[in-house]
């Protein structure tokens, strides 16, 4: 069921109290985030700098066990009280800032080393890899290598790669965070058209609230470091949306507003050692 097109499912990935230190760190890296996904969502996690927005999509992907709390996907159960307690983790899509593609292949081999790494059965390739290709808009780019592309047709491979395991949902960490401005917004759009068409979930990390607000069906909001979601947002805007709607600028400093309190911006310095107090 597509959230975009007015359907709401069930809980999808269900976080519970999910805490996060990384060895031998002082402090936790996340302290009890709890997160409800649905199926087909556009799910945003935003927060700012160092609040373990990465981090949570890590343990999402099954590379970390959290210290406590619980993680359920697809109603079954992976990790509880700091215990992996599902053999095997649902198959996950994940996409960087960076492209990551391997320089040495061309961008048909990138995406077919990422389907025989993911067990895809090899008569689905080549349709597969043509789909994906003629949906990202880069099929004059199949044997190309990943240096002779843009920035942005490299982004558009990671996002085929990333559809290309037919995955039970992606994780995206800032994707278009180093992208220039008019670049990521094609993407975004693009990613929303190929999001619509096929359903799949997406939990989406950004510091953007801007971007968060564009894409989102939710935003969930995190406190800073260790963080927690502290606020969840529905967005309801029709799509396709535009970024000169004013609906969304309301809601973007309406967000804003909450979250500067959270962030720490009306905190006062703390005095140091030798300041004057007179
Ligand atoms: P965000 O993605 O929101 O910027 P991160 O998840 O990267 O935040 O980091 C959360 C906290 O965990 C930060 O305090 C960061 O310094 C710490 N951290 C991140 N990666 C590591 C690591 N590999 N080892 C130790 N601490 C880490």
């Known amino acids: 069921?597509?959230?975009?097109e007015g359907g709401v499912g069930p809980g999808f990935i269900e976080i519970a109290g999910l805490t996060f230190r990384y060895p031998g760190a002082d402090v936790l890296a996340i302290s009890g985030v709890d997160l409800m996904v649905q199926k087909g969502e556009f799910s945003c996690i935003v927060g700012p700098s160092g609040c373990g927005k990465s981090t949570l999509l890590t343990i999402l992907s099954g590379l970390a066990a959290p210290e406590a709390g619980t993680v359920t996907i697809e109603g079954h159960e992976i990790y509880k009280d700091g215990r992996r307690t599902a053999e095997e983790l649902p198959r996950c899509?994940?996409?960087f800032q960076?492209?990551?593609?391997?320089?040495?292949?061309?961008?048909?081999?990138?995406?077919?080393i990422a389907l025989k790494a993911a067990d895809v059965p090899e008569e689905r390739w080549d349709d597969t890899v043509a789909d994906l290709l003629r949906m990202l808009r880069i099929e004059a780019f199949a044997d190309s290598w990943p240096l002779n592309l843009s920035g942005g047709q490299r982004h558009r491979v990671a996002i085929a790669r990333a559809l290309a395991i037919e995955?039970?949902?992606i994780l995206m960490d800032e994707p278009f965070s180093t992208l220039d401005e008019v670049t990521a917004r094609f993407l975004r759009t693009e990613l929303l058209e190929v999001w619509q068409r096929t359903g799949t979930t997406i939990v989406f990390v950004t510091h953007s609230i801007r971007e968060a607000v564009f894409l989102g069906d939710?935003?969930?909001?995190?406190?800073?470091?260790?963080?927690?979601?502290?606020d969840v947002r529905r967005i309801d805007a029709d799509r396709p949306r535009a970024?000169?709607?004013p609906s969304l600028a309301?809601?973007?400093?309406s967000i804003v507003g909450t979250v500067l309190e959270a962030w720490g911006y009306y905190e006062q310095p703390t005095a140091?050692?030798?300041d004057s107090t007179g």
């Open 250 to 253: 309301e809601i973007e400093g």
């Open 272 to 274: 140091r050692p030798g």
């Open 98 to 112: 960076d492209a990551r593609l391997l320089p040495w292949r061309t961008v048909r081999d990138n995406l077919t």
């Open 167 to 169: 995955p039970a949902f």
């Open 218 to 230: 939710t935003i969930n909001l995190m406190t800073k470091g260790p963080g927690m979601v502290f």
């Open 93 to 95: 899509g994940y996409m």
């Open 1 to 4: 069921m597509n959230v975009a």
């Open 243 to 245: 970024y000169e709607d």
